[in-house]
């Protein structure tokens, strides 16, 4: 096990909601780094947040947004929930200043209907 | 940005055979190059990864390779085991300090029959 807990495992929400998904980071961990996983697909990066500022960005529009508190752990926000967003999220804890290996947890798996 | 292919998408062997999965990347920034495997209802696990001072590099049964010049680098499994079917992702991250920021293939379904 890598120590990272993402809450909760499954989530079936509606078209226009809006989704809330937690990470809890490996102890020692400051960097955490969230991807969207699509069925079939590797993951892909969402942003990345170190010491609770946003420290990278990917290809995903302004309502995925996200959060790292002080006890590193972190929260990714998803608004107006489309159909695509179907997909497997997943958040990975780093030290920024070590190797950089990431350290996944096992996801949560978003359904939107 | 970085692009990440990775080949094939479904390998097939029988117990006891090698596997071979292939990746090339696109920015010649990319140093750090991570393979993972994910088995199902499980996240990504890191089981070997190599940096680009580095040709090669072994641990017990899976060595990785990397050839800077051609931009491929490949994960070399041996005497494989029916539990080393999983789903193999190849990354490619530039970065330093540790702010690896890695880009991932579509991944290898691996499958090792009995």
């Known amino acids: 096990e890598t120590g990272v807990t993402q809450s909760p495992t499954h989530l079936i929400k509606t078209r226009g909601q809006q989704v809330t998904l937690r990470c809890s980071s490996q102890s020692g961990h400051n960097t955490v780094s969230w991807y969207q996983q699509a069925l079939g697909q590797g993951p892909q990066f969402i942003f990345q947040y170190y010491r609770e500022e946003e420290n990278g960005r990917g290809n995903f529009p302004p309502r995925f947004s996200g959060l790292q508190f002080p006890n590193y752990s972190s929260e990714l926000n998803v608004n107006a929930l489309e159909l695509d967003d179907s997909a497997l999220y997943l958040c990975?804890?780093?030290?920024?200043?070590?190797?950089?290996?990431?350290?996944f947890g096992a996801g949560t798996r978003l359904s939107v209907l | 940005g970085e692009n990440v292919e990775q080949h094939p998408s479904t390998l097939s062997v029988q117990e006891g055979d090698s596997a071979v999965i292939k990746c090339t990347y696109s920015?010649?920034?990319?140093?750090?190059f991570p393979w993972y495997k994910q088995e199902l209802g499980k996240g990504p696990q890191l089981i070997i990864d190599?940096?680009?001072?580095?040709g090669e590099k072994k641990d017990q049964r899976i060595a990785v390779t990397l050839n800077k010049t051609a931009k491929h680098f490949s994960l070399h499994i041996t005497e494989t085991q029916p539990e080393d079917s999983a789903v193999y992702f190849c990354?490619?991250?530039?970065?330093?300090?540790?702010?690896?920021?890695?880009?991932f293939g579509r991944g290898t379904s691996l499958i090792v029959h009995p």
């Open positions: 990354a490619a991250s530039p970065g330093s300090g540790g702010s690896y920021i890695p880009t």
């Open positions: 190599i940096r680009s001072n580095v």
């Open positions: 920015d010649s920034a990319s140093n750090y």
């Open positions: 990975a804890s780093s030290l920024k200043t070590g190797s950089g290996i990431q350290y």
